[in-house]
Each structure stands twice: as structure tokens, then as C-alpha cells.
């Protein structure tokens, strides 16, 4: 029975039409038994009479398929179907008997037309074999014609519901292969984004005690002050190698065991990294950073980040000052450099500031920067308010916790 069914699946599997395997089968063997039946009621299989040409005509699409012999265009199946199944039950409607089955074998036949072919097709059969029955009524005296009609009516109707269910699953299926290719594109940026934002701010940090090694070597001879600086720099050179291996082991398909994502505790530390490489940096902090969420704490670190990297790139030996505020109804952190010079985006990059604009909106937030009275200016909001904030937590982005 196993070798059997694998069979008909493998022979269905070929036919333009994406059904369970199940559903064809079924609506082939009620076509197979009802002209069966129809033979037996005329007395033409024991023995064989003229109606049996008949019932094999009208089941000789179906056993083409299920004998396994050569299958023509998948296409012209529904037009083989149609044809063999209206000449068989024309035949046998020459000698109608009471209670006749042979119009069902137009029945199943529409219904099946109908759930594979479109309405321009289906519904001129559904008329045909309606009209073959009223003249087989007409001119062999067929009994129980409007039953058999309606019988005609509910098989289109059946045969239709199946391809227009079969229509939005195909639809869902697309729309769920949408998502998720959606959902990796967006899992791609936010790494990105994330890569990113570590290597800048670890290069910047590295390069800045690189430097301030050479020049202690260079023109003070001072060997302490050059291993103090080269220490700093092997020490945020390991914690950069870290934190790539850690974002880009979310690429990993298996669980992955990652240390804790900075949040808004770590920005005191990240500030006295660039302190240490020599780059003047003032940090005030008003309010309680525990009314911050997770995920927006780590938006505002890395958009600090981010900031101060773009100070040591575009301006260098300049001042900076960060700011953080966290308020009843929002957080707010502000970094400002004195310099009022726009920074100039390399060849291919672009993903600093529209980076950091992009994460501030998956938060929820805002995030504005430009020169000011100041100098340049970059300054993020969140709301906290207690609606807001669960918005905010369910909108994080994808993979932080």
C-alpha cells in the first residue's frame, strides 16, 4: 500500500496544480467508481457490453494517470480530462436507466476542471455538462434532471472553494517568504550596524594610543607613558575582537552563548576610554539611568559611541561634551564638539549618522544632528512614558534583549 501511494504521489506530483496529493486521488477514484457503476447498471460489464466502451472512455483520463503511462503537456490534462469525460458520458446517456449515476461522472469531472483551471474555462464546462444533461433528458428520456443540475452547480462551486483556497495559501506562503526574507535583510543591517559602531570606536581608541605611544618613544623617551598607552591599546584591541566574534556569532544558526550588550551604565566607562587616549571629553549625567529600558540603553550607547568616534575622525584635538538626561518622560543625550565643520562621509560609507538615525527610530525615538551655537551637535530622544515604553520594548531591535 506504501509503494502504491508513494507511486500516485510521484505521478500527481507532475500535474500544474499544487493540491495535497490526497485531493486528486479521491476525485479521481469517485470518477472511476461512478462509471463503473454506471456500466454495472446497464449490464455491460458481465458480460461485456457496448456501454462498457462508454465507462472506459469517461475513466480513461484517470487511468492513463494512475497505470503510469506516458502523461501528455501537464497543461493539456485539464483538456483530456474534459474531452474523455463528456464522450464516455455522452455514450452512456444514449441508454439512460432509472436512478442513473453516469451524470455524476460529469459532476466530479467540473468539479475537478473547476479546481484547476480558471472560470473562463471552468464555468463554459459547468454550462456544457448541464446542457448535456437536459438534451440527454430531451432526447433519451433521463429522469431527475434539475437534481443532477444542482448536482453540476455544487461540483463547480466545490471545485472553485479548492482553488481559491489553494490561491491564498500559495499567497500566504509568498507573504511568509517575504518576511523572512525581510526579517534577515533587517538581522543583516543591524549587524552591520553593529560591526560598525565597535570597529570605529576601537580603531579610533586604538590609533589614538598608538599615537600617543610613538610620540611618548619619539620625542619625550619616555618608556612608561608609551607601555601605559600600548597596554590601553592591546586591551580595547582584545575587547573589539570580542565584541566582533560576539555580533557576529548572531550569525550562527546554533545557540550561541554572548556576554551582555552594553547598556546606558557603560557610557561613564566608554567616555573614559577616549579620556585615556587623550581626547577632552566632559560627561554629565542628570536623573537615574535605571528608568531606562535595556534595548534603549544600548541605542544610546552606541549612538555615543558613534559621536564620539566621529569627533576623533573629523576633529581631531577638538573638545567634547556629552550629556545625558533622563527625565519622567524621556531620555535625552547630547554630544557636541566645538568644531562646526560637516563631516564628510568617505567613499562607500554612510552608515554613521544614518545609522544612528536608524536606531534611534526602531527605538521609538528621534535623532537630530547638525552644527549649532555650539559647534557640531548630535542629539537623541526617547520617550519613557510607561505606554510608550512598552511600545518601545515590544518595537527593540530584533535579537537584544
Not at 230 to 253: N, S
Request: proline letters at 7%.
Amino acid at each position: 500500500m506504501k509503494v502504491v501511494t508513494e507511486y500516485l504521489h510521484r505521478r500527481i506530483a507532475v500535474l500544474p496544480y499544487d493540491y495535497p496529493p490526497a485531493i486528486p486521488i479521491a476525485g479521481d477514484i469517485c470518477l472511476i467508481a461512478a462509471a463503473i457503476v454506471a456500466v454495472a447498471q446497464r449490464g455491460a460489464l458481465i458480460p461485456p457490453g457496448w456501454a462498457l466502451l462508454g465507462g472506459l472512455i469517461a475513466m480513461s483520463a484517470c487511468l492513463w494517470l494512475t497505470l503510469g503511462l506516458p502523461l501528455p503537456h501537464p497543461r493539456l490534462v485539464p483538456v483530456t480530462l474534459i474531452a474523455t469525460t463528456f464522450a464516455g458520458t455522452a455514450l452512456l446517456l444514449l441508454d439512460p436507466v432509472p436512478n442513473d449515476i453516469a451524470p455524476f461522472i460529469l459532476v466530479v469531472a467540473g468539479a475537478q476542471v473547476a479546481a484547476t483551471t480558471p472560470p473562463r474555462v471552468s464555468v463554459p464546462v459547468a454550462v456544457a455538462a448541464g446542457a448535456t444533461i437536459v438534451a440527454a433528458a430531451a432526447f433519451g428520456n433521463l429522469e431527475g434532471v434539475p437534481q443532477y443540475l444542482t448536482g453540476v452547480g455544487l461540483g463547480w462551486m466545490v471545485g472553485f472553494m479548492l482553488q481559491t483556497q489553494l490561491r491564498l495559501l500559495q499567497r500566504e506562503r509568498e507573504a511568509v517568504a517575504r518576511r523572512a526574507e525581510q526579517a534577515a535583510s533587517d538581522e543583516r543591517r543591524r549587524i552591520a550596524r553593529e560591526v560598525h559602531d565597535v570597529i570605529a570606536h576601537s580603531l579610533s581608541i586604538t590609533l589614538l594610543h598608538l599615537t600617543g605611544a610613538r610620540r611618548a618613544l619619539q620625542e619625550d623617551r619616555d618608556v612608561d607613558e608609551a607601555i601605559d598607552a600600548l597596554t590601553d591599546a592591546e586591551r580595547l584591541g582584545r575587547q573589539a575582537m570580542a565584541d566582533i566574534r560576539q555580533t557576529v556569532g548572531l550569525l550562527d544558526g546554533g545557540p550561541a552563548r554572548v556576554a551582555p550588550e552594553p547598556d546606558i551604565t557603560d557610557i561613564p566607562e566608554l567616555v573614559a576610554d577616549f579620556v585615556r587616549a587623550g581626547v577632552h571629553v566632559k560627561y554629565d549625567l542628570s536623573g537615574s539611568p535605571e528608568a531606562v529600558s535595556a534595548a534603549t540603553g544600548l541605542g544610546l550607547y552606541r549612538i555615543t559611541q558613534e559621536s564620539l568616534a566621529n569627533v576623533v575622525k573629523h576633529a581631531p584635538g577638538e573638545p567634547a561634551k556629552v550629556r545625558l538626561r533622563v527625565a519622567e518622560d524621556a531620555v535625552v543625550v547630547s554630544i557636541v564638539n566645538g568644531t562646526h565643520r560637516v563631516p564628510r562621509p568617505e567613499p562607500g560609507a554612510g552608515s554613521g549618522l544614518r545609522g544612528m538615525r536608524q536606531r534611534a527610530e526602531l527605538l521609538g525615538g528621534s535623532l537630530v544632528a547638525g552644527p549649532d551655537a555650539h559647534g557640531w551637535s548630535v542629539r537623541a530622544e526617547f520617550p519613557l512614558g510607561t505606554a510608550i515604553r512598552n511600545c518601545t520594548l515590544a518595537r527593540r531591535i530584533p535579537g537584544l534583549s
